[in-house]
């Protein structure tokens, strides 16, 4: 089996990644309850946006995101950020009616602190990325062709696909497409059952047939993937996988996590490797943080460390494109796998969901660095 992807190489390229996704605004009271809080610090940020600005602002990767643009003043606060990250836009652009939108969506997420875990909400209400729908790009001039391929790997992510029907497509068009050019897909599952719920409420669907039609959905885009990310969870939830009957000692134990990859490549064959981040939250503040990856056959742990987490939303995005970068880059699994849990791990020290650190930071931690001053 094999042990390294087939990467179109650098130089015959334009973009070393492409993400798929929707852009969203998150805003943060910090370790303020919302209830209390009269200022919010504002993120721009998406799950799959998330990779593609780490790529490019720690590990100097070429790389672009496919979204869409609202053309009102809060979009273009989330253009100057996108621009800042040095990220390459492929905009389907929305007039916004000035009362009702379409709107770049709003993501609430505090820090919580101790004891008191961190809150998520969402106000997704007429989101212009809702709308992204097949043909809403043109894949052929962005992916190039397969003697003249313009991308290294192309990424999408769970969150995206929950958002419509449509989107859901999107993401399968674009990896047919990605796959012709002879790219690297890769796909975040990011099960939020909340997100499927509720799409699938407004077709008169209930909960238990959100979770089927989330699995129908996440199956038929796993069918197209070469690098999958998800966790255990992920895994039963997303894919309707079973679970192994195996006890893990703790939810560092990657046993059971292990297990189940024997299922995921029996019903997708075409899956090359699966990684995810492991935690253990002794506090909002407090994590034992390791990281797995399965790749064509063989299995790689990262080491377990102990976190002092600021902010640990964006971690898991952290984790991937730090991982991807090896791969990019032509490093071997273990030092690909480590790159990804360190960048993972730094991330949780600063605040927002994309990366305040950089390349040199990323190595010293995977090669077993520490926090002593650096003079």
Same mark, same amino acid.
């Given at each position: 089996?094999?042990?390294?992807l087939?990467i ?27 209830? +209390?809080?009269? @200022? +919010?610090?504002?993120? =721009? ?6 990779? $593609? ?17 609202? @053309? ?5 606060? /989330?253009?100057?950020? /996108? ?7 492929? +905009?389907?652009?929305?007039?916004h ?10 993501? #609430?997420?505090?820090?919580?602190? *101790? ?37 290294? #790997? ?21 990896m047919?497409?990605a ?8 796909? @975040? ?8 719920? /509720?799409?699938?409420?407004?077709? %008169? ?19 197209? =993937? ?29 046993? $059971? ?31 034992? #943080?390791?990281?797995?990856? #399965? ?15 600021? @902010?640990?939303?964006?971690? *898991? ?7 991807? +970068? ?18 993972g ?12 650190? %950089? ?6 931690f ?10």
């Open positions: 089996m094999v042990t390294t087939a179109p190489k650098a130089s015959e390229t334009a973009h070393d990644l492409l993400a798929l996704g929707a852009l969203i605004i998150r805003l943060d009271p910090g370790v303020i309850p919302f209830a +209390y809080a009269d @200022d +919010y610090r504002l993120h =721009v940020a998406g799950g799959e946006y998330n990779v $593609a600005s780490n790529l490019s602002t720690c590990f100097g990767q070429r790389t672009a995101v496919a979204t869409a643009m609202v @053309d009102y003043p809060i979009g273009r606060k /989330v253009e100057f950020a /996108v621009q800042k990250a040095g990220v390459a836009p492929y +905009y389907q652009r929305f007039r009616d000035g009362v009702f939108g379409p709107n770049i969506a709003t993501v #609430w997420s505090d820090r919580g602190q *101790g004891g008191r875990a961190p809150i998520v909400f969402y106000n997704r209400s007429n989101e212009a990325a809702q709308s992204l729908k097949p043909g809403s790009f043109d894949w052929a001039a962005i992916f190039g062709s397969p003697d003249k391929p313009r991308i290294r #790997w192309f990424h999408s992510g769970g969150i995206f696909s929950s958002l419509s029907p449509s989107t859901a497509e999107l993401i399968i068009e674009a047919q497409a796959k012709k050019v002879g790219a690297v897909v890769s796909f @975040d599952l990011n099960y939020r059952a909340k997100l499927w719920a /509720v799409a699938a409420a407004k077709e %008169g669907l209930s909960a238990e047939q959100a979770s089927e039609r989330a699995a129908q959905t996440l199956r038929r885009i796993a069918s197209h =993937v070469d690098v999958l990310v998800g966790n255990e969870e992920d895994l039963q939830m997303g894919l309707g996988l079973e679970g192994q009957d195996v006890e893990a000692k703790s939810k560092l134990d990657p046993a $059971a996590f292990f297990g189940m990859i024997g299922n995921a490549v029996r019903d997708f064959p075409n899956i090359k490797a699966v990684a995810t981040t492991m935690r253990e939250v002794h506090s909002t503040n407090r994590h034992s #943080w390791t990281a797995v990856l #399965w790749l064509g056959g063989k299995t790689y742990q990262a080491p377990t460390v102990e976190l002092d987490v600021y @902010d640990r939303v964006g971690g *898991g995005d952290g984790f991937s494109s730090g991982l991807f +970068y090896g791969f990019l880059a032509g490093k071997s699994p273990e030092e690909s796998l480590r790159l990804g849990w360190a960048h791990a730094l991330l949780t020290t600063t605040p927002g969901d994309t990366s305040m650190v %950089g390349l040199d930071q990323v190595e010293a995977a090669k077993g660095g520490s926090a002593r001053i650096q003079r």
